[in-house]
T-cell receptor, first 111, second 115 residues
Framework: EAQVTQNPRYLITVTGKKLTVTCSQN?????MSWYRQDPGLGLRQIYY???????DKGDVPEGYKVSRKEKRNFPLILESPSPNQTSLYFC??????????FGQGTRLTVV | AQSVAQPEDQVNVAEGNPLTVKCTYS??????LFWYVQYPNRGLQFLLK??????LVKGSYGFEAEFNKSQTSFHLKKPSALVSDSALYFC????FGGGYNKLIFGAGTRLAVHP
């Protein structure tokens, strides 16, 4: 089954404690992205990747890092999380001519 | 700047009635336009897209959308609403007029279908 898998689904952490949210896709897609969803704002792109070792900033990249060492994986790293990064995060992947497929989401709370 | 507007926070419809969820966009170049639906505690599911061709596009679950270039709109429609259609709907446009990767989303419209 074609899917995008994120882990964990839920995470509560404390300010400043580094964390990683993993994302993996099994569709051999070139493009992968991270979005955050906040009420009234819709989804905003954090980072995206056009292929292995090729990444670029989205609209809200501050406080986040990504890496794309393998085609199927695109982890999101928060080096020093802050409460304003409390949000619902989605990973997405797409091919050259396909719509974006989204993961189930990761609800992050930073206290 | 590229942007998407969904002017209604919530749309209320009686089951069996037609529904419309509005979306307008601003993008340079030819837009790629999408509708996604989000059910509680779920990711976004793709409904339909407009890339080129016929202005009326049909998608999943009986939904369709009409691309109107002069009004820069891409409204989502369904002839007869179901209670199970109740969800959060997002309109999205591809930035820079092409590609499927960098999407700009509207704020979302919550659709409530009443029995």
């Amino acid at each position: 089954e074609a899917q995008v898998t994120q882990n964990p689904r839920y995470l509560i952490t404390v300010t400043g404690k580094k964390l990683t949210v993993t994302c993996s896709q099994n569709m051999n897609h070139e493009y992968m992205s991270w979005y955050r969803q906040d009420p009234g704002l819709g989804l905003r792109q954090i980072y995206y990747s056009m292929n292995v070792e090729v990444t670029d900033k989205g609209d809200v990249p501050e406080g986040y890092k990504v890496s794309r060492k393998e085609k199927r994986n695109f982890p999101l790293i928060l080096e020093s999380p802050s409460p304003n990064q409390t949000s619902l995060y989605f990973c997405a992947s797409s091919g050259a001519n396909t719509e974006a497929f989204f993961g189930q989401g990761t609800r992050l709370t930073v206290v | 700047a590229q942007s998407v507007a969904q002017p209604e926070d919530q749309v209320n419809v009686a089951e069996g009635n037609p529904l419309t969820v509005k979306c307008t966009y601003s993008v340079s170049g030819n837009p790629y336009l999408f509708w996604y639906v989000q059910y509680p505690n779920r990711g976004l599911q793709f409904l339909l897209k407009y890339i080129t061709g016929d202005n009326l596009v049909k998608g999943s679950y009986g939904f369709e959308a009409e691309f109107n270039k002069s009004q820069t709109s891409f409204h989502l429609k369904k002839p007869s609403a179901l209670v199970s259609d109740s969800a959060l709907y997002f309109c999205a446009v591809s930035a820079f007029g092409g590609g499927y990767n960098k999407l700009i989303f509207g704020a979302g419209t919550r659709l409530a279908v009443h029995p």
